[in-house]
């Protein structure tokens, strides 16, 4: 099981930007398939993007051209570099470690506690 620790949530103004964090238990290095996800209270959790294990990305449409998924194995950290944040995308943003990238979170074994982001004014 991968176990992981987000961090980098905040307040930030809409339009504004952020860089979340995901340290994950063992090398990602070409061996773990990582995405992150958000989950608004009363709402079901939502995929965000993904990176596979050969570092290509995948994005939910209605974060394309604006959110970054990358990964720096020097530090085994996975980021999410978040552009032009709209107020509904606050939320509680979670990263695992999905079976492949499929845009869910089948084979998703453990959880984080997330990090929390508020856009607002």
């Known amino acids: 099981q991968v176990h992981v620790v987000e961090s980098g949530g905040g307040l930030v103004q809409p339009g504004g930007s952020l860089r979340l964090s995901c340290a994950p238990s063992?090398?990602?290095?070409?061996?773990?398939?990582m995405g992150w996800y958000r989950q608004v209270p009363g709402k079901e959790r939502e995929w965000v993007a993904c990176?596979?294990?050969?570092?290509?990305?995948y994005y939910a449409d209605s974060v394309k051209g604006r959110f970054t998924i990358s990964k720096d194995v020097s530090k085994n950290t996975v980021y999410l570099e978040m552009n032009n944040l709209k107020s509904d995308e606050a939320a509680d943003y979670y990263c695992?470690?999905?079976?492949?990238?499929?845009?869910?979170?089948?084979?998703?074994?453990?959880w984080g506690q997330g990090t929390q982001v508020t856009v607002s004014p």
């Open positions: 063992g090398s990602i290095f070409s061996t773990t398939v």
């Open positions: 990176i596979s294990r050969d570092g290509k990305t």
């Open positions: 695992a470690a999905p079976a492949e990238c499929r845009g869910d979170y089948a084979g998703v074994l453990t």
